[in-house]
Structures are given as C-alpha cells and as structure tokens.
C-alpha cells in the first residue's frame, strides 16, 4: 500500500511485504509492563526538555545538569550504578577545535568581523595574504586562480550529488553541499583561499553555516582526523573556505583587492559524560549477559532566537527516548529478565555520535556480553499510527533473529504501521546513520533504532514538550521495552547475519 504525503515527494510505503508475509507471532507483555506510565513520560520530559536545562547542549555544564538529573532518575527507578568508582557516570573527554576570535579577514577596505561578516565553513590554521580574483560562479576554469584569494558567486551543487526533495532544512544542504563542491573545485585549481558569495538560498542558510562552523571540530581523540571540518585543499593542508553576505557581491567582485586572512584555531579538552546504569537480570547462566537500552541526554543548546525563542529544548531529540529508558528501567527494576537489561545516556551525540563512539571502544561490561543495543532517537511525533524500525532492510539489517523479535513486540504493544522508508539506502536524509546504534553496528553488536522521525520542528527552539504525543511516546516505549524483554529471555541471543555489510 502506498500513500502520499503532502510534505515532499517522498512515497510512504507501509509495512513492506516482506515484512509483513512474516505473520509475526503475538507474545504475551509482562505484568510489569504497567509500570511504564503516560503521566511519568510526561512529568520527566517536560522536566528534562525544560528551558531551565537550556538545551543541554555537550560539553556545557547544561549537559552535565541533565545527565546528572538522568542519574538521580536512575537511581530512584531501581537501576544499579555502572560509571565509574560506583557511580551512575562513565567521564569521557571530547577534543575540541574552534576558531579563535581573533581571527581576522579583511578584503580592500573592508573589515569582516568573523560570523557576522563573514563564516569561515571550515577550521584551520591559515594566513593568507593575497589578491582576489573574481571567478564568477566557478564554472569558467580558464580563469587563473592560483596563489589567489578566489572569489565566486555560490552555484547550486552540481547534479546528482544529492537530492534536496523532501528533505527537512533544503537550504542548509543546498548551502553546505555547494560550498563543499565549490571549494573544493576553487583549491584543486590551487587558489590560496576562497570567499563564496551566497545566492538567495545560501544567504538564509548563512546563520545556520556560522553556527555550525562556529562550534568547530569535536573529536573523541585526534581532531586531525575528523574530516567533518572540510579540509579543502588535502591532507595536512587545508585552505579557507568563507561564505559571505549576498549583499556583498557588489565589493567583493572587483578582482585585484588585496586581501589578508588570518585563521588562528584553538584546541582543548572538555568533558561529556554517558550516564550508565544496570537492571541485573535473575538467571545465573545468562546475567551477565545484557540488552543494552540507549539514548544520547544532549541537545543544540542556546542557539540563534527563531520566533523570540532561543533555547532548542530537544523534547523529541531525544528527551523522549531518554525518558522512556527511565520508565524501561522501571519496569525492569520491578521484574527482572533472565538476562540484564543495561540502560545508556550517552552524551555529545549531536555532535557526531561521540559518546556512543566512545563507549563503543571503552564498554562498562565487556562488548561481547552486549547481546543488541535498542536505540531510540526522537520517538514522540507525527502520525499516531506510523513509526519506523532502522536496521530491518539490508544492508542495514545485521540481525534477522532481532528484527523479528522486534516486530514480535510490535504486535504485542504498539501496533505500529511501519514505514519502511526511511531505513532504505537511498532516503534522502540518511537516517540509519544518525544516531548512536551506528558505533555498536560497526563493531558487530546486533541493533535496532526506533523513531518517529524527522518534522519540521526538527533541531528548532520548536522541539518543545508540548508539541509530543505522549499517547504514541508510551506505545513506543512499550515497544522497545518489550522487544528488549523478548531478547533478555530468549533462550539463544540475536544472532549478527553472516555476510552483513553497510553501505558506507
Ligand atoms: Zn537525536
């Protein structure tokens, strides 16, 4: 069956045969399955996604407030401390790299104040000082741009490199993959730095790119090798790629200005935290074996106001799924399973997957007891009726044994008409890879992710508690309560399927 949603092109396709032809049988849901609550989600995300925890963004104290509230949750749901020297927080570093503000970038005349002038789109060392060139909108390779300080019009990325139908935020896209394409072409032909002047579309993408850019590189070890920052030009080099106002052209466009640009980046050390407990599970043989439930605690924090709001309070993302690991946890606490149920918060995953990257490689139990990781990200919106399971469809399945508990479990509480498309390679917004399963798939732990996915209040100051379906949160919850209930009592554990590969 297939319907049309009025927001893009994209079609719906709902419950893939596939899927469906396997008649999943329907499993009875514990007593303590009554434990997880419409009225506690409630309670907890409008306390968790509150303005007071002022988006909880990685690496701020806000993110400490909110892992340390999830801990004290925690705690009073029963679970057993698995952090560090008996506590409920597992202490990681993230590197980071910013630019500093006194970086300078002057062309003629002009001074541009760095992100309000002009964004840098990329972080690296750079002291240019050069002539401009104009190079219109880059496509005229005949024009010599070596040693030069090239200035170009933004173009539309070139076709084929994606798609921007149907996909939330088209301008960011639109803006970042052009200036990627654009000054990457600019740097090969040997240009010294590069200025972008945006069109109509790159000029309100423009707050978004200085935001982004702005926060840096973040790396759980070597930013060196973190190529999120775009590093034009090759390893170990790397020249400058700025976007400027689309009011500027007319100064910018004269070639010949001298031009000096001084990047000056600063790194350090700061901290983020996974907040970690355990449900010990009551069979001797399989305790020590564990289903892990996992959620990231961060959000974007304080960002630019939209509509007179500047806090991005992430009620979706993911104050939902950390709430609902909190009600798991009680209905673990209340009837253990035969095998352990472990319960992670990881922090900075929006900034690159980097607690569940970290905890990936440094487990508070041993990799290879973590028998699946269920992984929620944003699971209280859109269609009451509709929800999606990533890591169904190859190449992203790694688990048939999982997959089929989980649409047992399905069956049994949610309900839920499953939208195959977003788990499919070719989705425009790449959604199988965005959340904190990805590290455990990687290193061959069976995992699912659950969402709701994305809406148009998506990573917004809009992503507010009152905007969640808390009916369709619990049913969600149940789900993934009841698929890890299904795993910790089987009697094998999930197999990984032979021959599994991703895609990239
Ligand atoms: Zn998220």
Sequence with gaps: MTIRLPLGALTLVLAATALRAQHPAVPRPPAAMSAIREADLKRDLYYLASDAMRGREAGTLDELRAAAWEAKRAREAGLTPAGDDGTYFQWWSMKRTVLSPASTIAVGDHAYPLWTGMAATNTVNADVSAPTVFAGDGSDTTIDVRGKVAVAALAPPPPGTRQFEGVYTPEWHYARASIAAQGRELARRGAAAVILVADSVGEIAFQSVAVNAGRGLYDVDDPATNAAGGRYGGPGGGIPVLLAHRGMLGELRASGQPARIRLITESFDYPSVNVVGIARGSDPRLRHEYVMFSSHTDHDGVRFPVDGDSIWNGADDNGSTSVALLAIARAFAKQPAKRSALFVWHGAEERGLLGSRYHAVHPVVPLRDIVAVLNGDLI????????????????????????????????????????????????????????????????????????????????????EPSRIDYAKLTRMTDWMYMTGWLVANAPRRPAVDPGFKLER
């Excluded at 209280?380 to 048939?400: E, I």
């Excluded at 508990?405 to 959604?431: C, I, Q, Y």
């Design 380 to 463: 209280g919106r859109n269609n009451p009726d509709t929800a999606s399971l990533l890591g169904v469809q190859p190449p992203h399945r790694n688990s048939t044994d999982l997959v089929r508990m989980a649409l047992e479990a399905n069956a049994a509480t949610g309900k839920f008409v499953l939208d195959s498309t977003w788990d499919r390679p070719t989705h425009p917004e790449g959604w199988y890879f965005r959340s904190d399963h990805v590290p455990y798939v990687r290193h061959g732990v069976p995992a699912l992710m659950y969402s709701t996915n994305l809406h148009p209040d998506y990573h917004t100051p809009r992503d």
